[in-house]
């Protein structure tokens, strides 16, 4: 459909999550533990509204300032894979007595996410190719997403850690989405430049009777998205990266993050696009019940590659090796696409600071 | 179920405090679901009463540190079917292994009027230093959640569930933010095993290692931050020097780090 343009003022935003919250489980982004996280969100009060974080590699800083924009912070901790692929997952149980195995039926109300950045939409794309796509598509997973109704926020800032033009997935937001919000702020006058982008959410907000903005509201809007492109401090030349990394399986450079890694796995619990999982069955002190769950896994733990007779993987580097050529380089044997979206949280998450961009380009560049 | 075809289950005490054993005890819920499928054959915290051996299922609780101690679990291993060591003590030597760092005679002559009353080893050692072990449950103390897993998979004769990576898996897992990023707070979790449901991290503390190394414990990087973090060698010799001691890697980090 036609690109449809609104303005909104702080009211209209209130009204907007109101609507929203009629059809759908709203969750945002909020304040809690020295971090913006995702959570259930019901009002604007909710949100982070003058909190910005400052980002280096192993380290996140928020802080408060007057700011009265929503989004003036970037991405934190956690990811929407959080709902879409949450981290732990019964997936069917079965009854001694009648051996009839159940499917878990995990109800929930259809979902709305606020607050979705450019990198994020990639990175719930990478996850559609992942989960929803393909002979085998995960029911649940599926579900879930074709419910799902995204308004996404186009970035007017970055973190020293964000790298979304090198990925080409950012800072403006070209995915899918229903709505998407720029922050405009001119002087005191905060508004919010409203994309629509979906039959859904125009039918949605209709009742609204929104503003049209004005041409200065839409030139300022595009200008702040475009000087954030122009600003970003991190790059990342992935130029002939796939070959190089898959030609290197013998570099010195794995032995020499093997230093420094932790093998810790938070950079893949962090990472939005990481898929992987392992399967857990339970009985319980009967013995007549069972259930099988599926929750977060990670090729950073030793036991993730054990197979009968031992870990495939039994080293440091050959884990850490096996993350960023498969993010890097066989992801686009594998989907068509990169496995990363540029968000830098594998960057600022490790408790060491590792930099996957400073580590990749020294394998490209033959650094030792 | 007839009592005389339920599995038998002894709990033995090495040298230890009685926390972990006590946590069978702390499965109120589940008590009499365990004594309904069990027969608690032999557990003097629990019970006068004490059967005769074979049993089935041992869990042994403390560490080896006297030539008595010693000889008595070979008797224990000889008398269960399956035998689970349960705590640090038991799976590391727990506190008590501060002693393999240091001179044992001289501690004594401090502590005691009557040093020559004290037959000692020179060390705390785990229980696996000694005797076959079928599997080790972790923490100091253990979780009682797992405590139920080992026992649940036993009886169904499967393998528990006892994830063996790091606490900043259970972290993520459950949606809490890194205190190590987020506020700069010192923290073991990226170097030990999980179990604990990452307690102290939900409440804003570092991980104290508690639980032990992981499966593939870096605590020489990790010390490099903590350092960067503001603390000194004796404060990261110290860290490493607790409950699990004597526990590869964190044992090693005594020469390392600490001069």
């Known amino acids: ?368 | 179920m007839n009592p005389s075809t339920k599995p038998k289950l002894a709990v033995w005490k090495f040298a230890s405090c009685d926390g972990c054993q006590l946590s069978i005890l702390d499965c109120e819920d589940e008590l009499l679901a365990i004594a309904d499928r069990i027969e608690i054959a032999n557990f003097p915290e629990a019970s006068r009463q004490v059967m005769d051996g074979p049993y089935d299922l041992s869990l042994v609780e403390g560490s080896v540190t006297t030539e008595h101690d010693r000889k008595r679990l070979l008797e224990v291993r000889k008398q269960s079917r399956f035998l689970v060591t349960i705590g640090a003590c038991a799976t590391a030597g727990g506190i008590q292994a501060l002693r393999n760092f240091s001179d044992v005679k001289e501690f004594t002559s401090v502590v005691y009027a009557r040093p020559e009353y004290i037959s000692t080893l020179e060390t705390s050692t785990p229980i696996s230093d000694h005797i076959p072990v079928d599997f080790e449950l972790r923490g100091c103390p253990i979780n009682k959640e797992q405590l139920l897993e080992v026992i649940q998979a036993f009886l169904i004769g499967r393998k528990p569930n006892i994830a063996p990576h790091s606490v900043c898996v259970e972290c993520k897992l459950s949606g809490k933010v890194c205190v190590m990023v987020a506020e700069g707070t010192p923290c073991l979790g990226p170097v030990t095993h999980a179990g604990c449901g990452a307690l102290c991290p939900g409440y804003a503390r570092g991980c104290y290692g508690c639980f032990g190394p992981m499966n593939s414990a870096q605590p020489k990087s990790l010390a490099q931050q903590w350092k960067r973090l503001g603390k000194s060698d004796a404060e990261i010799f110290r860290v490493f020097h607790t409950f699990n001691a004597n526990a590869e890697p964190f044992r090693s980090m005594e020469k390392a780090d600490a001069d």
């Not at chain 1, 959080?82 to 009839?100: M, N």
């Not at chain 1, 979902?111 to 990639?122: N, P, T, Y």
């Not at chain 1, 405009?184 to 125009?202: F, N, P, W």
């Not at chain 1, 010195?252 to 932790?262: D, G, M, Q, T």
């Open chain 1, 1 to 368: 459909m036609k690109e449809t343009l609104y303005s909104l003022d702080i009211g209209d935003f209130e009204r907007l999550l109101t609507v929203i919250q009629s059809h759908f489980e709203l969750y945002g982004p909020t304040v809690r533990d020295s971090a913006v996280v995702y959570e259930k969100v019901e009002t604007t009060r909710d949100l982070p509204q003058g909190w910005v974080d400052d980002q280096a590699p192993g380290r996140y800083r928020l802080e408060k300032t007057d700011s009265p924009l929503f989004f003036g912070h970037v991405v934190g901790p956690q990811s929407w894979k959080k709902y879409l692929f949450p981290a732990r997952e019964q997936l069917w149980s079965v009854k001694k007595e009648s051996a009839q195995v159940k499917r878990s039926a995990n109800p929930q109300k259809p979902m709305a996410f606020l607050g979705v950045r450019s990198c994020e939409l990639a990175a719930i794309e990478v996850q559609d190719k992942v989960f929803s796509h393909g002979t085998q598509p995960d029911a649940f997973y599926h579900r879930r997403r074709n419910d799902l109704f995204i308004v996404a926020v186009n970035c007017t800032t970055s973190s020293r850690n964000c790298f979304c033009t090198s990925m080409n997935s950012g800072p403006k937001c070209n995915g899918n989405f229903d709505l998407a919000l720029t922050e405009v702020l001119d002087g005191a006058i905060h508004r919010i430049v409203v994309e629509v982008k979906s039959k859904r959410a125009q039918d949605l907000i209709a009742p609204l009777h929104l503003k049209t903005p004005s041409p200065a509201e839409i030139a300022a809007a595009q200008h702040a998205v475009e000087e954030n492109a122009k600003t970003m401090a991190r790059s990342f030349s992935t130029e002939g990266l796939k070959e190089s990394l898959q030609n290197s399986p013998d570099h010195p450079r794995w032995n020499k993050i093997a230093e420094r890694c932790l093998d810790c796995a938070n950079c893949t619990m962090v990472c939005p696009t990481c898929f992987c999982s392992s399967t857990v069955d339970t009985t319980d002190l009967t013995g007549d019940n069972a259930e099988r769950w599926r929750q977060w896994d990670s090729c950073f733990n030793l036991e993730f590659s054990y197979i009968h007779g031992g870990e495939i993987r039994k080293s440091t580097a050959s884990r850490y090796r096996q993350w960023l050529t498969h993010k890097l380089a066989n992801w686009w044997d594998q989907f068509g696409t990169s496995g990363c979206v540029g968000c830098g949280r594998c960057i600022s998450w490790c408790p060491v600071g590792i930099d996957l961009t400073e580590e990749a380009t020294a394998i490209q560049e033959g650094q030792e």
